[in-house]
């Protein structure tokens, strides 16, 4: 018989995009992929986008190793949101000096120092994360896809490419990055001219009736993506960019932090964006900026929900 365990966790959120915490200084904890699906079940489980077990770094000058797991029990090297939340519960749990304002955090993707603001009780409200440099070489994302474009400094990049769907009269192009997991991003600036079966009924054709999680469930397992990917779907507007991501290993999320950063990155790329803008997600926006030396700062808020104990099975 299979021993149970009891473990304390912190249920935390990016914008609605929500996570499971979990103290794992000790490194005592390993999850089985059925025990985290479990965990992040919403109706038999906590409830989850994924689960963070927070462990010690091996890497110097880092606070903490971030270990971020997928709500079906896959490895997933970064997560934008999820790191904003691995940043709060260090800070409000002492792990990390409120003063400081500032650590480096150790993820599968590499080091991504972290500046934060705090509030009144010196409890962290919002985090700007150094992303890193995006992957554009389609071997590094990694897709099939040719590249056949070029950044101003020689980088060769897979612009607006298209791939074939199921659906007929559906013409999807894809500009593809990778922020730590691979990115696919369309820019769709004609929703009329699409299929009316992709949309909710009653609801009229735009991104918010687009149907998110059939069109980005194809598209996540097409072979192009040969460790799938996450799927954006985006347009632009008055006030930034607009856009739904469908998360590879978990589905649609109110909002993805790598998915926004891929978003910017694409929307500079294809000219549709200057390198600072606001990415408008269901649960709310998040400001990302690509900088001149290749960095890409994502900037947004993280919130605690509740904490408990739970027996895992």
């Known amino acids: 018989m299979r021993c ?40 038999f489980g906590i409830g989850a986008d994924g689960v963070i077990l927070v462990r010690p770094s091996s890497s110097p000058g880092c606070t903490a190793y971030m270990h971020y797991i997928n709500s079906d029990g896959s490895l997933s090297a970064m997560c934008g949101n999820g790191i904003r939340c691995f940043a709060k519960y260090l800070v409000d749990r002492g792990y990390v000096d409120p003063a400081d304002r500032h650590f480096v955090a150790d993820t599968l993707a590499g080091q991504r120092p972290i500046t934060f603001e705090v509030d009144e009780k010196g409890r962290l409200s919002s985090a700007t994360v150094d992303m890193g440099v995006p992957e554009l070489a389609p071997e590094r994302v ?86 799938k990917a996450n799927i954006e779907f985006a347009s632009m507007s008055s006030d930034g ?30 000219g549709r964006s200057g390198r600072r803008n606001d990415l408008l997600l269901p649960g709310g926006p998040l400001t990302v900026c690509w900088d001149e030396d290749g960095h890409v700062m994502m900037t947004g808020p993280a919130a605690e929900a509740f904490s408990g104990s739970v027996q895992v099975p």
């Open 142 to 227: 990694p897709t099939t896809l040719a590249a056949n474009a070029a950044t101003a400094e020689g980088v060769p990049f897979v612009k607006e490419a298209a791939i074939p769907s199921p659906w007929e009269g559906l013409d999807l192009r894809f500009t593809c990055a990778s922020l730590g997991n691979p990115h696919a991003v369309c820019f769709v600036e004609d929703w009329a001219s699409l299929p009316d079966g992709l949309f909710y009924d009653g609801e009229g054709k735009g991104l918010a009736s687009f149907n998110v999680p059939l069109v980005g469930a194809f598209f996540e397992k097409d072979p192009v993506f040969p460790e």
């Open 241 to 270: 960019i607009q856009a739904r991501v469908f998360e590879r290993g978990c589905g649609e999320t109110l909002a993805c932090g790598t998915g926004a950063c891929a978003t910017l990155v694409a929307a500079f790329l294809t």
């Open 4 to 43: 149970q365990m009891m473990i304390d966790f912190v249920k935390m959120h990016g914008l609605g995009n929500d996570f499971i915490m979990v103290d794992d200084f000790s490194q005592e904890i390993a999850l089985s992929p059925e025990q985290v699906a479990l965990l992040c079940d919403r109706h």
